[in-house]
C-alpha cells in the first residue's frame, strides 16, 4: 500500500465551527506532514511530525492544532478560522526527514471557510 | 532558507524531450534538489531527486551542474500525460524534514 489518504474529501465551516481533517498512511513512514496550498501557488509546509513528535511548526496560527495520535495517523483540528484560511490542506508522509527522503502527497482536503 | 527559480511557464511537442531549468544559487552543501510534480486537483508527485552525481529513473533524468546552482529536469519523450506543474524543491539533510518549494514551471504538451 503506497498510498496517504485524506478525509473528507471537500469541507464548508463557518468561522465558528471546530472540524478535523484526517490523513492516513500504512507505509510505516516516521515522518508526517501538512501542507497548505492556495490557487495557482506551491504548498507551503504548515508541521512536521517525526516519530509521533511534532518537529516543525511554521509559526501556523494556534486556530491549526496538529495532532498525531500514532505513526500511521495524523490530524489537523480546526476552530475559529478566517476567511483567507480557504485552501487545499496536504498531507504527507516519508520514510524519514532526511534530505533523500521522498515524500508521498495525499490527494489533499478542499477547504472553505465562510 | 535557500530559495529556488523556476520559468513560469513552458510548452513541449508530444514525444519531443523537454528540459526544465531551475536556479538555486543559494543551495547549502546540505540540501538535496528533489522534483515534484502536481497535476490538476491532485497531490504532488515524487519524480526526482539528487544531491550532486546525475540521476536516471523511470521516470526522467536530473542534471546537476557542477557548482550545484542550477539543476535541469529532462524528460527524455514528453506525453500528454506529462502536462502538469514541475516544482523544484530543496530539502535539507540537517533540518528534520522542511523542504522549501519554488513556484513551479507549468509544462503544456501539444499534441
Known amino acids: 500500500d503506497t498510498e496517504v489518504t485524506q478525509t473528507p474529501k471537500h469541507l464548508v465551516m463557518g468561522m465558528t465551527n471546530k472540524k478535523s481533517l484526517k490523513c492516513e498512511q500504512h507505509?510505516?513512514?516516521?515522518?508526517m506532514y501538512w501542507y497548505k496550498q492556495k490557487a495557482k501557488k506551491p504548498p507551503e509546509l504548515m508541521f512536521v511530525y517525526s516519530y509521533e513528535k511534532l518537529s516543525i511548526n511554521e509559526s501556523v496560527p494556534s486556530r491549526f492544532s496538529p495532532e498525531c495520535p500514532n505513526s500511521s495517523l495524523l490530524n489537523l483540528h480546526l476552530h475559529a478560522l478566517q476567511p483567507e484560511d480557504s485552501a487545499l490542506y496536504l498531507c504527507?508522509?516519508?520514510?524519514?526527514?532526511?534530505?533523500?527522503?521522498?515524500?508521498?502527497f495525499g490527494p489533499g482536503t478542499r477547504l472553505t471557510v465562510l | 532558507d535557500a530559495k529556488t527559480t523556476q520559468p513560469n511557464s513552458m510548452e513541449s511537442n508530444e514525444e519531443e524531450p523537454v528540459h526544465l531549468p531551475c536556479n538555486h544559487s543559494?543551495?547549502?552543501?546540505?540540501?538535496?534538489i528533489h522534483w515534484y510534480r502536481q497535476l490538476p486537483s491532485q497531490g504532488p508527485e515524487y519524480v526526482i531527486h539528487?544531491?550532486?552525481s546525475n540521476v536516471n529513473n523511470r521516470m526522467a533524468s536530473l542534471a546537476i551542474a557542477e557548482d550545484r546552482k542550477s539543476s535541469t529536469l529532462i524528460l527524455h519523450r514528453a506525453t500528454l500525460r506529462d502536462a502538469a506543474v514541475y516544482y523544484c524543491i530543496l530539502r535539507d539533510n540537517t533540518n528534520a524534514g522542511k523542504s522549501t518549494f519554488g513556484d513551479g514551471t507549468t509544462l503544456t504538451v501539444k499534441p
Open positions: 504527507a508522509s516519508s520514510t524519514g526527514t532526511r534530505g533523500y527522503n521522498e515524500q508521498f
Open positions: 507505509m510505516g513512514h516516521r515522518a
Open positions: 539528487g544531491l550532486t
Open positions: 543559494t543551495i547549502s552543501g546540505t540540501d538535496y
